[in-house]
């Protein structure tokens, strides 16, 4: 089958472009400049180019941003204390506490500390809940960022099989939701596989469409696939690699040289899912700077 590529990146400059225009507008009405703060501890490489590509869409959009920097050994209280000072702190619109967090440190906690009005990551429990039955809310930005990328295709999905795997809060579970939600897209029948599923294979054979959120390497295999499926990649794992000049390769959860011949439409790594998400989060920060979510 000729496949087409769901290409990410040329997407989310055509959304940067909007995003860029609107920011003008608000600004030449004399409004507020969006402004994200991001929190980003330790030195986990790719929290830090995950974080400096955060950044740079904010400056090339036109947002205000601001880095703040903790060491690995910061402990749980200065963190919430600083998650306190920005909830509290009216220039800024949005805030981000990147994961992961290291292991003496409660993620959950944190999530749960941030104001739901200010989380543009959209974990907050009120957002995921809000997600669930269908309120305004903040979505969070990877689901939020494939659902864009199969709308700006024109993907069909009412009624279609989709199946996720893996049952990640920020990934898995959240972006499951959305694509059995009363909308477009959406509108599937959604089987969620994970570590401990059986006939794992025998269901993304029945899928239309694949959403691969797993984290392990190259996991979907052509014998998964049926022919003409969506296959969407999530997986982003750095694999060490002596070709490139970065020392690692970005690795999808899916052989996309042996699938991609059996597609429709599949998200290439990198290119596909990451630069989505990236725009997703600068979509919920102009949403929050202009106070829409209730
Ligand atoms: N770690 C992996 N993905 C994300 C994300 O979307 N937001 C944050 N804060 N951390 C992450």
Redesign the pocket.
Known sequence: MDYKLLDGKAVAAQIKQELTEEVSRIKAAGGKTPHLA?ILVGHDG??ET?VAGKVKTCKEIGFQSTLIRYEDDVTEEELLRKVDELNRDADVDGF?????LPPHISEQKVIEAVDYRKDV?G?HPVNMGRMAVGLPCFL???PAGILELLKRYEIETKGKHCVVLGRSN??GKPVAMMMMQKSYPGDCTVTICHSRSQNLKEMCLSADIIIAALGVPEFVKADMVKEGAVVVDVGTTRLPSSVTRSGYKLTGDVKFDEVAPKCSYITPVPGGVGPM?IIS?MRNTLLAGKQLIP
């Open positions: 991001a790719g929290s995950y981000i506490v990147q994961l992961p990551d974990f969070s930005a990877t920020i990934v998400t989060l």
